[in-house]
């Protein structure tokens, strides 16, 4: 097929949808529909868009989902209704799904190999392995025929123009948190790669395959679609990608104060099926300055937890010095398994003599600390367990214990601020979430971080003095010397309007089979402060989110998915006749 010819095919379709404005119409076709489709063909039987409607056409596919009227008119340039339009978009993301399925997924292994985790002393944009990941990206755009900008190495632009002067803003980010290796194994004892996708089953294994790697690979292959096919778009499309997004998301703003700031704003971080608010991201970060240890028996040395503040891990390690390791021992296992019993049983501590010291393990369930219900917190319970010790094992006082203290005292195993006295809910967004995640220690401190999850309904700084005014307290009677730094952003509502979010809703939701209702999230994403900021997947609500976990994965059939949702929404929001 020549390009005019597909060019003239293309028109009809958009002249069709600028003269219509029942945009609210809906695609014909479910999802079973479209299972039955993608069975039926592959990779290798479709040619391109034009051809594979022609060969759907004369399928007995079509006669049974009474799409042969549509195909004919499209294949024949005639104008198309609303729904023939949607249904259209649909098998555009079918066809996207079946041709580049395959490559996409490969692209995604290829990403994830490059570890675009913060280094410590090197701004990302100096970061080799951003540099490394800039030049991918470009070469797959160019490859593509998109336009490409690296923009001081800090966001990488990737352009699909249309006629029109609006500007959309695709959302998706190329920075990774850190990874604990020797904490990415299975429970059958598989040790993964966190740098290297692993296909186990219908999983991917990897660091970023759900957290946002996904997001970038799906959104080149829908632009490339819809750039080959030539099918003219209403609006101009960027999409954005962020290499700040996990660490001190500066790279937006540095973005925005050089380049016009999108009008729309969707993020391909979050969840389905549109995601119209965002709690506040908070941090109340604890230092404990290094103190020589007083009294008798056993110090703790070191700890481990999470390494940054948005995540929860699986495990945290604490080292003991001792004179009698396997007394020791024995007396830490058997104090354990009576914590592990008081405190629900879902969660293991083991202690094991390592040469003259003693290595303490709580093993718990990782999870995004936007999900802290979704695991079990290894560094709250290592916490506390080490402040019940007291009258059971001696320990000697240092800043671990200090900590161990201020953790059990004020935060406990409580996930929801009751334990401090400051928990409240919004009746949509839900309610402050407060984990205990990060922890420190350098030559000056012991540091440890509560992460905060902010719905609507008290300020930041209501919140802030509400939290410091009951932690100085805690701190004037225990005489416990520390520090504390509290960071509170505003959270995000929205106040859904307008065309674009109405197919929005309507392709997330009918292919997905989820309630046509708006969503909320405890993730913060790039578009929090942006004009028409919303989320739109990639991750189901009703799944648990294994970004930031350890043994991150995407499921195969999700991932395809999304590829095959987020074509059909640009071309719809595309060609839409008004936002």
């Known amino acids: 097929m020549n390009v005019q010819f597909k060019r003239l095919a293309s028109a009809a379709l958009v002249l069709a949808s600028l003269s219509s404005f029942a945009t609210t119409a809906s695609a014909t076709l479910s999802a079973q ?74 692209t995604l292994r290829e990403l994830v190999e490059i570890p675009t985790f913060q280094t410590q002393g090197v701004p990302q944009h100096d970061n080799p392995a951003f540099i490394k990941i800039a030049a991918k990206i470009e070469r797959l755009a160019k490859a593509f025929d998109l336009k490409f900008r690296n923009v001081d190495n ?12 609006e500007l959309v803003g695709i959302h998706a980010h190329a920075d990774v948190v850190p990874v604990t290796p020797e904490n990415w194994v299975l429970q059958d004892g598989t040790r993964l790669d966190p740098f290297k996708v692993t296909q186990i089953g219908d999983r991917m294994y990897g660091r970023g395959t759900e957290d946002d790697k996904n997001g970038i690979v799906v959104a080149l292959y829908a632009m490339k679609t819809i750039k080959e096919e030539h099918l003219p778009l209403a609006r101009n499309f960027k999409l954005l ?4 997004e996990e660490t001190s998301g500066d790279a937006i703003p540095y973005y925005f104060e050089r380049n016009p700031t999108p009008e729309y704003n969707l993020a391909l971080d979050g969840s389905y099926p549109v995601v119209i608010a965002e709690k506040g991201y908070g941090t109340v970060m604890a230092s404990f300055p290094r103190k020589p240890a007083t ?34 021992a024995a007396s830490l296992q ?5 914590y592990v019993a008081q405190n629900g ?70 996930y929801l601020g009751n334990r401090l006295g400051v928990a409240f809910s919004d009746d949509f967004m839900g309610p402050l979430t407060a984990s205990l995640t990060y922890v420190a220690l350098d030559d000056q401190a012991f540091k440890l971080a509560v992460n905060l999850r902010v719905p609507k309904g008290k300020s930041p700084e209501t919140l802030k003095q509400e939290i410091a005014g009951k932690i100085d307290a805690w701190s004037a009677k225990t005489h416990i010397a520390a520090t504390f730094d509290y960071k509170i952003a505003e959270p995000m509502y929205r106040n859904p309007e307008g065309e674009w979010v109405k ?32 989320q739109f997947g990639l991750a189901r609500p009703d799944v648990k989110y294994t970004g930031h976990t350890d043994a991150e994965f995407k499921t195969t059939e999700q991932f395809l998915l999304d590829l095959q949702i987020v074509t059909e929404m640009l071309g719809r929001v595309g060609q839409l006749p008004k936002l």
């Open 33 to 106: 529909q479209s299972a039955d489709i993608l069975t039926r063909f592959n990779d290798t039987s479709v040619k391109d868009f034009r051809h594979f409607l022609d060969r759907l056409g004369k399928s007995d596919l079509a006669k049974t989902d009474d799409l042969t009227p549509t195909i004919r008119a499209y294949l024949a340039n005639k104008p198309l209704s609303a729904q023939q339009q949607n249904d259209v978009y649909r098998l555009l993301g079918l066809y996207t799904r079946l041709k580049y399925g395959s490559a996409a997924t490969q």
């Open 345 to 414: 049983g879902n969660f293991q501590v083991d202690a094991k003599v390592a040469g003259k010291d003693v290595s303490l393990t709580v093993t718990g369930v990782s999870a995004h600390s936007s999900e802290p219900q979704s695991g079990v917190n290894p560094v709250a319970r290592m916490l506390g367990f080490i402040n019940s010790l007291n009258g059971k094992v001696a320990l000697k006082h240092n800043y671990v214990t200090d900590a161990s203290q201020y953790a059990a005292d004020n935060w406990g195993l409580d």
């Open 241 to 244: 990608i962020d290499t700040t």
């Open 154 to 165: 800090r966001v990488y632009e990737i352009s699909l123009d249309g006629s029109g002067k």
């Open 295 to 328: 009294g008798s028996g056993a110090e703790i040395t070191t700890m481990t937890g999470g390494m940054a503040t948005n995540q929860i891990p699986s495990r945290s390690v604490a080292t003991f010095v001792t004179d009698t390791p396997a007394e020791l």
């Open 334 to 338: 058997k104090a354990g398994a009576e």
């Open 503 to 534: 197919a929005l809703l309507a392709v997330a939701s009918e292919n997905l089979g989820m309630a046509h209702t708006f969503g909320t999230s405890a993730g913060a994403t790039s578009v929090h402060e942006l004009p028409n900021g919303v």
